[in-house]
């Protein structure tokens, strides 16, 4: 037996606007082994929004109740909301052999690298300041305040690139896909990893020798 299969944890972060969600939900989609770890968030649901698919949607009493009992693995607080990784769902997924993904901010990923040494961190910028104040604006979710708030904290969020394993410009959105897809794949092919998955193959390939 070469060795039991871990998984590989991604931390992707990016300004708000950037379209990481939109890129990190195709990554997944498009990905078999890829398993995106769901946060969880004391901010209100937003329409079309689904409850354990898109955030765990919970109180703020329940969510200090969880960072008491260290059950995350990173929180944080932003615009007033706190949003928190479950450490034991992304270490379940992890030994059962599937690459995790967390779309966080730049201060989670700083977190999670202190921890885990091992975890991938990738940055998504927008190729202009003007592309991703249209892309706040087109939402349609925040008001003129909240988007002037959000492009000053996107400033800060910016000056943190250099801090990531990987950088990704999304500026074409298939592109930046491929990107992204490039970076999984490579980290899937490790020679470790590969060794575990097609464990047959090398087997009957060293018996041949062996003969």
Known sequence: MIGKLIGTLFIV?????????SLVNALVRDTNHLKLSISSTTRTIR?????????HFIEEEKFQQKITAGDFLEYAQVFGNYYGTSQESVDKMLHEGHDVVLEIDWQGAQLIKKRRKDAISIFILPPTIEALRE????????????IESRMKKSMNEISHYGE???????????????GLK???RA??????????????????L????KK
């Open 13 to 21: 972060s990016a300004p708000s606007g950037t379209g990481k969600t």
């Open 47 to 55: 329409p079309r929004e689904i409850d354990g698919y898109h955030y």
């Open 135 to 146: 892309r706040l604006e087109s939402r349609g979710q925040d008001s003129q305040k909240v």
């Open 164 to 178: 990531a394993d990987y950088l990704v410009i999304n500026d074409d959105f298939e592109d930046a896909l491929k």
């Open 182 to 184: 490039t970076i999984v």
């Open 187 to 204: 980290h899937r092919l490790e020679t470790a990893k590969q060794a575990v998955i097609n464990e047959p193959i090398i087997k009957k």
């Open 206 to 209: 060293l018996s041949n020798f």
